[in-house]
């Protein structure tokens, strides 16, 4: 591996550090070999301690480390998220605060609480925590933040444990998350990665775009910018073309390694990203002699889902088949499992009393909005509407509300299903239809794969199968999610195929990506008629999922969408 002289500085200075440049110019490997050479001076009990924010960037630095640093290296670093390792100090230390054992709420079981509560859930969470011991994921950090301030001796603790700490994507920690690295680096030197053009969190509260320049005034690093350098697509003009994208300057040519393919009607979306993975997959497949890994991504997760489920199933294009493709869909569970127990609730309604199936499919889709207006203001209404559609159906009156009285008339008018989870998961899902409401779950219940009576939900559901009904299809379906979200918590493993929204891909890296859109709202990779501030947000995205590329990158565009570059 090349070492030039600003890589060998970084390895022979001491102190706090502040490692900065663009996608794939090699800060995450600098930070290892730093790592590397720091741990002879390790005591025993002492390792080094590698934070990022995800499982998958986690797994992708320990996937860099295998083919840097040996076994005895290795061992001596822990690769951690915020997340856990905050929840590691909460959880041995929490009671300094309290004098109680710490417990953990689940973010589903979190959702339920909430929709159940009246008043400031901010103010609840805290009294949860303070009083009862209990916390919710998003308190995790601030409480260890909060316990290195006050319990100074504890922050050293950790300290001797970790005496260096490295920041991975720094630009982009919250204000508790640098609230604890602040307190830890009283003494241990502290290492920040950052990129300020990968910032692309900064609506999430207490990100801050001035962050990196807290850490110049508090940490005083010495500090080093390797933006010059490319390592990841060396010499392919991906990393130019991308910049250009965020700058806006139409001066740099689109490069040969960007292939920018579009579709109009009647060709779609979804049959241009088959057409062009398959495609990309073989040309890479032949350059690389190593079947490729790649990622399709796309801004929002409905349209990411449209495509995955488009990819499933072999396609005919113009007299041509092009097979399903295996993939990997990697997405935030939340409302599209809340989604899918409406879908399940329907496959009960042949075993179940007409009052009862319909209550239960209605109160289905009223949870999944009351999940929804724990993150979105406008679904308070909606439950509200829906809430009183359930009342109105329990007392006997007239139902108002759209979506019951679909459902009503879909109920009435039955289902028949065959005991294959898979076309039966699919009829029962077109009944979410004739309602904005009921669309939008459709459109969600989407992002749950039922793809093969094989899959986890299909083998569940095959056990309930009565040869009528799907007995407690809902609890079933349940239970298959929540395992599945805690199996995913513990490894993911590397798909060469990927979907996944343009935001999730961030730290990772594909030999090819794909880049999708359509011409409507959100689904544009830039919406012209959007601010300025969103616009040049949309921008960093867009390089972000540019920059995952290794070889090729094929951007999917509807025809009438404006150049990205003008
Ligand atoms: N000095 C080097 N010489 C040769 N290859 C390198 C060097 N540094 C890094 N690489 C390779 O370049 C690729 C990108 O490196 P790395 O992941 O460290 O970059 P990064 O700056 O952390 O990227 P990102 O910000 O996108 O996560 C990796 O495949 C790595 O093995």
Known sequence: MDLDNDRLAILAVEGHLLISG??????????????????????????????SFSRAAVRQITDRMSGLLNRSVRQRLEVRTFHAF??????????????????????????????????????????????????????????????????????????????????????????????????????????????????IFDYVPGVDELRIQHAMDFLNPRSFDLSKDNHRSPGNGLLAYANAVLNNDPTVPVPNDVTI?????????????????????????????????????????????????AVSTDAEINGTVYPAVEHELHLDQDLASTAAYAVASIMEWPGLRHEDALLATLEAVCDYFRVKATKTSGAKSTVRTLERALTALKSNTTIRAKTATVLLKAQAEGIQLSGNPVQDWQLARARLTGSAELSELFAKARLVRLLKATDAIGRALIDTWDGNAYIDAAAVVRRV??????????????????????????????????????????????????????????????????????????????????????
């Not at 110019?25 to 025993?44: M, S």
């Not at 417990?103 to 103010?123: K, M, N, S, Y």
């Not at 009647?266 to 088959?274: A, F, K, Q």
């Not at 493993?493 to 859109?517: L, P, Q, R, Y």
């Open 261 to 309: 393919g579009t579709y109009t009607w009647p060709s779609s979306v979804e049959t241009r990203i088959h057409q062009y993975l398959i495609a990309l997959r073989d040309y890479l497949q032949k350059k690389l002699d190593t079947e490729p890994t790649i990622a399709v991504l796309a801004p929002t997760n409905a349209l990411v889902g449209r495509l995955s489920e």
């Open 22 to 51: 663009g996608p794939g110019c090699g800060k995450t490997t600098i930070a290892l070999l730093k790592a590397k050479a720091g741990v002879a001076e390790l005591k025993v009990e002492q390792k080094v301690l590698f934070l």
């Open 481 to 566: 999610l929540a395992n599945r979200m805690i199996d995913e918590n513990r490894f993911e493993e590397a798909a060469h195929v990927s979907f996944m929204n343009m935001h999730k891909s961030k730290g990772k890296e594909f030999d090819g990506v794909i880049i999708a859109e359509t011409k409507f709202g959100r689904d544009q990779l830039i919406d012209p008629s959007s601010s300025d501030s969103d616009i040049r947000a949309r921008r960093r995205l867009l390089r972000v999922a540019i920059t995952r590329a290794r070889h090729h990158v094929v951007i999917v565009r509807h025809a009438t969408q404006p150049p990205l570059t003008s």
């Open 86 to 199: 905050f929840m590691d100090v909460v959880k041995s230390h929490g009671r300094l605060r309290t004098g109680l054992p710490s417990a953990f709420i689940t973010p589903d079981r979190e959702h339920q609480l909430r929709a159940d509560f009246d008043g400031d859930w901010t103010v609840e969470t805290l009294r949860m925590a303070q009083e009862e011991g209990r916390y919710v994921f998003d308190l995790l950090a601030w409480t260890a933040a909060t316990l290195f301030e006050e319990y100074p001796k504890l922050a050293a603790l950790y300290s001797d444990t970790y005496p260096t700490v490295i920041v991975d994507e720094f630009q982009d920690t919250n204000e508790d998350q640098w609230r604890a690295i602040k307190a830890l680096s009283h003494a241990s030197t502290i290492i920040c990665l950052a990129d300020p053009d990968q910032r």
